[in-house]
Structure formats: C-alpha cells, structure tokens
C-alpha cells in the first residue's frame, strides 16, 4: 500500500503559476499527474520515471515541468503560463510492477 499527500492547487489568473506536489510514502517508479475537467475525461498531464525520463500531454508541453525527488518521494508539476482550459481537477499517479495509486485530488482553477 503507498499513501499519497497532495497539495499546491488554487486559484490563479490566467499566465500565473502554482506548483502542485505529491508525497508518497515510499519510492515508486512512476509517478504521473493527471487531471479531470467537469464533463469530461481524466486524462494524463505529464508523468516521470525514476531515471528522469519525462512524457507531457501535448496541451502542456513548454508550459508545465514534472519532477521528482527520489529522496523525498515526491514529484512535482510546476504550471506557468496556466490558461482558463486548465482548470480542472488533478490527481497524483503512482504505478508500481503491480499496483497503481491516486491521490485524493486538488482543485486548480484559472480565471480572472
């Protein structure tokens, strides 16, 4: 079983930042963040492995940076440039060899 604390989510305008982080309780090989738009999908924002390779949805890409730091197991999604289409719900993603874990959630919402 892995826990996971997220927190790092709020309310900003557009081209602002937040940071969002996720601690787990012990050293996972994947670690992901996804998010959820009402009415729609949850879909994969960014997701980084423990020897540093990243992957980033393409709505993302030059605007949000995951990282991790394997001594603390917890991975962060720094968000700059954050558009009114970000908002949405996101969610800490944690996959083992056999198991996957979700956080609890935290609210990101855009707008003037």
């Known amino acids: 079983q892995v826990q996971l604390v997220e927190s790092g989510g709020g309310l900003v305008q557009p081209g602002g930042s937040l940071r969002l982080s996720c601690a787990a309780s012990?050293?996972?090989?994947?670690m992901a963040w996804y998010r959820q738009a009402p009415g729609k999908q949850r879909e994969l924002v960014a997701r980084?492995?423990?020897?540093?390779?990243?992957n980033y949805a393409d709505s993302v890409k030059g605007r949000f940076t995951i990282s991790r730091d394997n001594a603390k197991n917890t991975v962060y999604l720094q968000m700059n440039s954050l558009k009114p289409e970000d908002t949405a719900v996101y969610y800490c993603?944690?996959?083992?060899?056999?198991?996957?874990?979700w956080g609890q959630g935290t609210q990101v919402t855009v707008s003037s």
């Open positions: 980084i492995f423990s020897g540093g390779t990243t």
């Open positions: 993603n944690v996959r083992s060899a056999s198991d996957t874990y």
């Open positions: 012990r050293s996972i090989f994947s």
